[in-house]
């Protein structure tokens, strides 16, 4: 009887606790959610915006600002995985610095060391002659270099609206570095690639502790063997003239420049030729995108399964720019000069032809002087030298083009994945007077 009542009471303080949380939300607050493909709820309404449109602090993500090893104060999103995002200020360079570089991870595990008297990069299966290279053999082999941005597909992500599921960054999921290592391709040639090879997979060593194949064991991404880029890929040792950080794959990672930064696996200890087509998750069910144009679709379309996805590997770093500098902070002054500045990039393997700003929101568009050219895969950087002559609010924009041709929309996207936006980006400014 006793044991019934304390139930009993129990049950009833958890009702009270279940009203109470949902007296914080009336009815009409709580979005409207479905199922899209891969089992994730997409809200079918605006939900609150932290980090995208109408909201305060909107380059950035919102999150508190963490030490990490080897890392300056970076925004947290989440901790496991561990995923940070670089801060607005350090894009006014062309090369991010290390101890500023994002980091993405996507099992709750990671290296914090490696041992190099004990690692190894294997190179494995459909191979005549398989290799275990130490790191300092690999030194040992010519090396080659590229600047290029690794930028995170789902970069931007908490702009889409309706919003989707994944990691809310804000724009600063995206770095550029000066990389150099070995070529891919140099070490395939030397292990004799046999002709019953269909894929090449990178594995990385950050484990998780789901089964075998399922996307929380290991993270792991093939590209298929007659894909160009393999050609380009480099297994890099050095990022910025240093040892890689930990935290962005000591001690060696995947670079495919020009690919999103899903493909570059850190911490790469396994390559391993495929006579399949891979059917790991990250690989076979991961990161999809419409194939439609700009991949752009809708909620409605996805679920009705209307929508053919394919790998984002067959994409590229569709063309972006960025306004860095003035922030919403920035004090400027009419009839002063007020230099606006930021950089641009694409990995069409082009470079960027032109970038233009506009101070009246996209209606008039003037030519930006561009800055150093580190290489088509880089960010450039570029400023416009601004002289309001009114004081008031304005809407800066900037957009570039791509030497293929490319150019930015002017019209956001949506697809469930949050993935590749390269939407023009407006900036609003407030101009102060000077009597
Ligand atoms: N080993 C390993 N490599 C990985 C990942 C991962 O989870 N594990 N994530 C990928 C993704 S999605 C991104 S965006 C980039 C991030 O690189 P960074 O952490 O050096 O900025 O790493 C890629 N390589
Ligand atoms: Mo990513």
Redesign the pocket.
């Given at each position: 009887m006793k044991m019934k009542k304390e139930n009993m009471n129990r049950r009833k303080a958890l009702r009270n606790i279940g009203a109470s949380m949902a007296g914080l939300l009336t009815a009409s607050q709580i979005p409207k959610v479905m199922a899209n493909t891969d089992n994730n709820r997409v809200a079918l309404e605006a939900l609150p915006t932290f980090t995208g449109p109408g909201s305060k602090l909107g380059w950035n993500s919102m999150g508190p600002l963490v030490f990490y090893p080897q890392k300056l104060p970076l925004i947290r999103l989440t901790d496991r995985?561990v995923q940070l995002e670089t801060p607005r200020h350090y894009f006014r360079s062309a090369i991010t610095p290390n101890n500023a570089?994002?980091?993405?991870?996507?099992?709750p595990s990671v290296p914090t060391e490696i041992d190099l008297n004990i690692w190894r990069l294997n190179i494995e299966g459909e191979v005549n002659n398989p290799a275990q290279l130490s790191l300092e053999e690999l030194l040992n082999l010519p090396p080659n270099e590229v600047v290029a941005v690794?930028e995170?597909?789902g970069n931007s992500r908490s702009f889409f609206q309706p919003r989707v599921p994944g990691g809310q960054w804000g724009h600063g999921?995206m770095?550029c570095a000066r990389w150099k290592g070995i070529r891919l391709m140099d070490l395939l040639e030397r292990a004799g690639i046999k002709s019953t090879s269909k894929q090449i997979q990178f594995q990385?060593?950050?484990l998780g502790k789901g089964p075998k194949g399922y996307g929380s064991h290991a993270?792991m991404k093939s590209f298929s063997i007659d894909d160009p880029a393999l050609q380009n890929a480099l297994i890099a040792y050095s990022m910025n003239s240093s040892p890689l950080p930990i935290?962005?794959?000591f001690p060696v990672?995947m670079v495919f420049p020009g690919k999103f930064?899903?493909y570059?696996?850190?911490?790469v200890t396994w390559i391993r030729v495929l006579d399949h087509t891979d059917t790991d998750f990250w690989t076979a069910k991961a990161y999809k995108i419409p194939a439609t144009p700009q991949a752009d679709t809708t909620p409605e379309a996805i679920a009705k399964h209307e929508v053919d996805m394919v790998s984002i590997g067959t994409t590229q770093l569709p063309v972006r720019s960025f306004i860095v500098s003035p922030d919403d902070q920035t004090q400027l002054l009419a009839g002063l000069t007020n230099e606006v500045c930021g950089i641009a990039f694409s990995g069409s393997g082009k470079g960027i032809a032109s970038v233009e700003f506009s101070a009246d929101d996209g209606k008039t568009w003037k030519k930006a002087v561009l800055g150093e050219d580190l290489g088509p895969y880089a960010f450039r950087t570029w400023r416009f030298d601004w002289t309001p002559s009114e004081s008031g609010v304005y809407k800066l924009a900037v957009r570039a083009k791509d030497s293929d041709g490319s150019i930015q929309p002017d019209h956001t996207i949506w697809n469930p994945g949050g993935y590749v936006l390269n939407r023009i980006e407006r900036q609003v400014v407030h101009v102060g007077k000077t009597a």
């Open positions: 995985p570089f994002f980091v993405r991870y996507h099992m690794n995170c597909s999921a770095g990385g060593l950050d993270f935290l962005n794959g990672r930064a899903t570059w696996v850190k911490h």
